[in-house]
Antibody, heavy 124, light 114 residues
């Protein structure tokens, strides 16, 4: 059974940092493009970032570019999202999601498995 | 960015009746070279992550009941639930993946039982 489990969320002051992790089971993390998608309270979905299987390509939403970094260490399990210089508008539940592109080299940019999410609150 | 607009924002349908959710993109998301519409539909139940229902506008994911169907092309798309079940109460989102990495989601449609 495919499972994704996020961790690392919490309350942080504006300007602060957090690192989110996503651990998986039921599939080989290093074989898939992976994304982070967020959902502000009571709001819709916003794609944040993705990363290629080998980490050689990374893409970001304009809203987080220069502040967030997606990474993976295929020698270990987790996918990461390092979030710096956090703002109130970054408050959301952050989901990691597996790309439907499968084990091909391409990202399809839609998502067949999602974690339960980890909440991030940016507030003083 | 392509703007995805869903209608209605909320919908109440009686059990066993048809539910129809619309999604319009601000530009065509049809790619003529492969004859595909780059549109997905998700279902999100309270307290749960989204679940992929349909991709390529009309291809149902494995395990998704056949009462769910997707249709449309170009800029106008529809998710239809042919006979509403209590378990279908959720928020439904469309998503375009035509312009990458700037993919975008609709604002969501809340489906309730009348």
């Amino acid at each position: 059974e495919v499972q994704l489990v996020e961790s690392g969320g919490g309350l942080v002051q504006p300007g602060g940092s957090l690192r989110l992790s996503c651990a998986v089971s039921g599939f080989t993390l290093s074989s898939y493009w992976m994304s982070w998608v967020r959902q502000a309270p009571g709001k819709g979905l916003e794609w944040v970032a993705n990363i290629r299987q080998d980490g050689s390509e990374k893409y970001y939403a304009d809203s987080v570019k220069g502040r967030f970094t997606i990474s993976r260490d295929n020698a270990k399990d987790p996918l990461y999202l390092q979030m710096n210089n956090l703002r109130a508008e970054d408050t959301a539940v952050y989901y990691c999601a597996r790309d439907r592109g499968g084990t091909s080299g391409w990202s399809l940019y839609f998502f067949d498995y999602w974690g339960q999410g980890t909440p991030v609150t940016v507030s003083s | 960015d392509i703007v995805m607009t869903q209608s209605p924002d909320s919908l109440a349908v009686s059990l066993g009746e048809r539910a129809t959710i619309n999604c319009r993109s601000s530009q065509s998301i049809f790619y003529s070279s492969n004859n595909e519409n780059y549109l997905a539909w998700y279902q999100q139940k309270p307290g749960q992550p989204p679940k992929l229902l349909i991709s390529w506008a009309s291809t149902r994911e494995s395990g998704v009941p056949d009462r769910f169907s997707g249709s449309g092309s170009g800029t106008d798309f529809t998710l239809t639930i042919s006979s509403l079940q209590a378990d279908d109460v959720a928020v439904y989102y469309c998503q375009q993946y035509y312009t990458t990495p700037s993919i975008t989601f609709g604002q969501g449609t809340r489906l309730e039982i009348k």
